[in-house]
């Protein structure tokens, strides 16, 4: 089962925001992702129409999304 653990990546370094899930000697695989920022949704071919709708669509769920009593299902 793969795990997936944030961090950053400084000084040659990699610093993990939170602990992970083992205690023992485990095998890594380490990804690095653009920095924070816009999305360019064209790019990626959606149209404003549908960006539109799915901004529309995930509004029902939100509330769900941020509840902490979803945290449960969050190892799953």
């Given at each position: ?40 949704l ?16 995930f ?6 999304w ?6 449960v299902?969050?190892?799953?």
């Amino acid at each position: 089962m793969l795990t997936s653990v944030e961090g950053i990546y400084r000084d040659g370094k990699i610093e993990l925001l939170e602990e992970p899930p083992t205690a023992r000697e485990s095998r890594v695989i380490v990804t690095f992702l653009e920095k924070n920022g816009p999305i360019d949704l064209r790019a990626l071919g959606i149209t404003e129409e549908q960006a539109r709708d799915m901004r529309n669509r995930f509004q029902s769920f939100i509330g769900d999304w941020d509840d902490p009593a979803m945290d449960v299902y969050n190892d799953l």
